[in-house]
T-cell receptor
Framework: EPEVTQTPSHQVTQMGQEVILRCVPI?????FYWYRQILGQKVEFLVS????????KSEIFDDQFSVERPDGSNFTLKIRSTKLEDSAMYFC????????????FGDGTRLSIL | QKEVEQDPGPLSVPEGAIVSLNCTYS??????FMWYRQYSRKGPELLMY????GNKEDGRFTAQVDKSSKYISLFIRDSQPSDSATYLC????????????FGTGTRLKVLA
């Protein structure tokens, strides 16, 4: 069964450094998302991306965050200057051709900021 | 009032029991209702996806939606130790937004 793949599985970064989280969505999907889950808290929406542009972002997704689809298969989340509070699991998700189709999630990247 | 409420558990049941997991929500604009299973250090895995009020069955799993009460349930029949995981409800489909709103998740342990 097709799946969303994320790399790396664990990223350790010094505070203030830039980090890029990578995702390969399911190949025929058109909508892409990032969510995060701080330890012990809910999964929360960060951003959605369609047709090479951001379609929606949450208040968490400030100027330190950016997303990109650099080629036909990858979808990346960049955090420019990481803070301690950015430590969380980051999940990529994708969905098919419209809003009616469910979102499928990858196994996440655990980001630890030191 | 929180948009989506879910009892975090933990819920411990003996193998073979019927498990009932529930979520309530406050926003009647939600159109789609999902249940995800999340094993430790893994991502949410889609179990059930429903649109309308009523029941949807898939193997040992039944999802139930009651839009009038703003209440959704997931039933697991003949529960197995491999069902031990955190179960997340999620809701979406409001006009103009693609984002899902998740519950806190209920931790389930099925004892052999």
């Amino acid at each position: 069964e097709p799946e969303v793949t994320q790399t790396p599985s664990h990223q350790v970064t010094q505070m203030g450094q830039e980090v890029i989280l990578r995702c390969v969505p399911i190949s025929n999907h058109l909508y892409f998302y990032w969510y995060r889950q701080i330890l012990g808290q809910k999964v929360e929406f960060l951003v959605s991306f369609y047709n090479n542009e951001i379609s929606e972002k949450s208040e968490i997704f400030d100027d330190q965050f950016s997303v990109e689809r650099p080629d036909g298969s990858n979808f990346t989340l960049k955090i420019r200057s990481t803070k301690l509070e950015d430590s969380a699991m980051y999940f990529c998700a994708s969905s098919d051709w419209d809003l009616n189709q469910p979102q499928h999630f990858g196994d996440g990247t655990r980001l630890s900021i030191l | 009032q929180k948009e989506v409420e879910q009892d975090p558990g933990p819920l411990s049941v003996p193998e073979g029991a019927i498990v009932s997991l529930n979520c309530t929500y406050s926003n009647s604009a939600f159109q789609y209702f999902m249940w995800y299973r999340q094993y430790s250090r893994k991502g949410p895995e889609l179990l059930m996806y429903t649109y309308s009020s009523g029941n949807k069955e898939d193997g040992r799993f039944t999802a139930q939606v009651d839009k009038s009460s703003k209440y959704i349930s997931l039933f697991i029949r003949d529960s197995q130790p491999s069902d031990s995981a955190t179960y997340l409800c999620a809701m979406g489909g409001r006009s103009g937004t693609y984002k899902y709103i998740f519950g806190t998740g209920t931790r389930l342990k099925v004892l052999a």
